[in-house]
């Protein structure tokens, strides 16, 4: 099926966005309700994803000097934001042109999506189970489920998955140039299948670019499962103590 890899890309990534905002507040409600402290509620939270936070905006750091572009400032330091959002990390770096803004913007997502398939394929092999799966071997699929808590520093690098993919994501701040990019590439493309190549690029350039969203998906196929098995928990956990305390966080 044509497109299937874009398909799949926009099915995958919709429901990690989502999934990532409601993980977090849920983390934040109940460590807030456990120390009925905010600050030890923002130094608690960004503790626990400091592993994808140190990712996020090494990767930033480390695109800017590869493309030359100046860096002024780098902190892991959490803050809040006058409008109430947290602020967990940021490098600031000079303002070029919209590709290199693009492309250090986009730098987390590369890293991280790289990092989540280095733990999935060679450290959880969940690539052997996602075959198991594809080939309707379901019962063989559960077995292998049941397994995973005995590879080696299975526990480790599930966490480092989760606190990686939940943090890969780039930020408001990180897409202000993808508007600028994203014309200036339908442009082209426009100029070229009105030049005739239309035919060309979906023979020649349409399948690799398929097959790339396609890879990418999968990746964002495993943080939705790692993000919907830690929800659960965190949920139930949330309510337990709602109902105990009788009260909630707004």
């Known amino acids: 099926m044509p497109f299937t890899g874009f398909l799949l890309f926009v099915l995958m990534l919709l429901?990690?966005?989502?999934?990532?905002r409601l993980l977090h507040r849920e983390i934040q409600a109940v460590i807030l309700l456990i120390t009925r402290s905010l600050p030890v509620t923002i130094?608690?939270?960004s503790m626990l994803f400091f592993p994808g936070v140190f990712l996020h905006e090494l990767s930033h750091f480390l695109m800017a000097k590869l493309l030359r572009v100046r860096t002024r400032g780098f902190s892991l330091i959490p803050q809040t934001l006058p409008d109430g959002r947290l602020l967990m990390g940021y490098v600031e770096t000079?303002?070029?042109d919209v590709f290199r803004d693009s492309l250090v913007g986009l730098a987390p997502l590369i890293a991280g999506a790289v990092f989540v398939a280095y733990a999935g394929i060679?450290?959880?092999h969940v690539n052997t189970l996602w075959d198991v799966l594809r080939h309707g071997q379901i019962e063989l699929?559960?077995?292998g489920l049941g397994f995973l808590p005995g590879i080696?520093?299975?526990y480790l690098w599930f966490y480092l998955t989760f606190a990686v993919s939940s943090t890969m994501l780039p930020s408001e701040s990180d897409r202000h140039s993808w508007l600028p990019l994203g014309l200036w590439v339908a442009?082209?493309?426009i100029l070229a299948i009105a030049a005739g190549a239309g035919s060309w690029m979906l023979q020649n350039l349409a399948p690799s670019l398929d097959a790339f969203l396609y890879s990418v998906s999968l990746l964002f196929g495993l943080s939705n499962i790692v993000h919907l098995?830690?929800?659960f928990p965190f949920f139930l956990f949330h309510r337990l103590l709602v109902y105990i305390m009788k009260m909630d966080i707004r």
Do not use: E, R
């Open 15 to 20: 429901p990690l966005v989502f999934l990532q």
């Open 43 to 45: 130094g608690l939270f």
């Open 94 to 96: 000079d303002q070029t």
């Open 122 to 124: 060679y450290q959880l």
């Open 141 to 143: 699929f559960w077995m």
């Open 152 to 154: 080696p520093d299975f």
């Open 187 to 189: 442009g082209m493309l």
């Open 229 to 231: 098995v830690l929800l």
